[in-house]
T-cell receptor
Framework: QKEVEQNSGPLSVPEGAIASLNCTYS??????FFWYRQYSGKSPELIMF????GDKEDGRFTAQLNKASQYVSLLIRDSQPSDSATYLC?????FGAGTTVTVRA | DADVTQTPRNRITKTGKRIMLECSQT?????MYWYRQDPGLGLRLIYY???????NKGEISDGYSVSRQAQAKFSLSLESAIPNQTALYFC????????????FGPGTRLLVL
């Protein structure tokens, strides 16, 4: 089992819809969880980090963490074409394979 | 100027050649990392360093070595390149004050023929 697993995608959503990305991790002692966005041909950049159970909101992005279920998710509300990218879930320095999101205009 | 720089940005080499990828940072972070990215596999950790005297293997260190010359410099070497080391390589630093958030360089695209 990989340490960090993401729903494989790709995910295609219409403009204005909610994109939902999921991630599970294997190390129950993990404390810090990250979502990075990577545009094609570019390096990853941080969107959000979360370390407490529950929700964390930043603009159109909401991260959700459930340590008991070893699950972290990212919701993108009111999706825009500029949100089209690959989203990487990370548990400290361990990354998932990424989910590619395409927002259709 | 970019906070994390990588040289070269693109490199073509032949099987069996030794190659070095270099990374420099001006962020003042102690921790530095090398990753490779292959399509569909995400980022995989090769080596990481928590300070100049601390070097650790990641999940795919075979065939690679590193050198931490200073707090700001971390180099990755392929001792004898092979075609399946063709990939996009990223250097990153992390900030202990922000839960080890990673800051990435622009990447080096390596092709081994």
């Amino acid at each position: 089992q990989k340490e960090v697993e993401q729903n494989s995608g790709p995910l295609s959503v219409p403009e204005g819809a909610i994109a939902s990305l999921n991630c599970t991790y294997s190390d129950r002692g993990s404390q810090s969880f990250f979502w990075y966005r990577q545009y094609s041909g570019k390096s990853p950049e941080l969107i959000m980090f979360i370390y407490s159970n529950g929700d964390k909101e930043d603009g159109r992005f909401t991260a959700q963490l459930n340590k008991a279920s070893q699950y972290v998710s990212l919701l993108i509300r009111d999706s825009q074409p500029s949100d089209s990218a690959t989203y990487l879930c990370a548990v400290k320095e361990r990354f998932g394979a990424g989910t590619t999101v395409t927002v259709r205009a | 100027d970019a906070d994390v720089t990588q040289t070269p940005r693109n490199r073509i080499t032949k099987t069996g050649k030794r190659i070095m990828l270099e990374c420099s940072q001006t962020k003042g972070h102690d921790r530095m990392y090398w990753y490779r990215q292959d399509p569909g596999l995400g980022l995989r950790l090769i080596y990481y360093s928590f300070d100049v005297k601390d070097i650790n293997k990641g999940e795919i260190s075979d065939g690679y070595s590193v050198s931490r010359q200073a707090q700001a410099k971390f180099s990755l070497s392929l001792e004898s390149a092979i075609p399946n080391q063709t990939a996009l390589y990223f250097c990153a630093t992390s900030d202990a004050l922000v839960r080890e958030t990673q800051y990435f360089g622009p990447g080096t695209r390596l092709l081994v023929l």
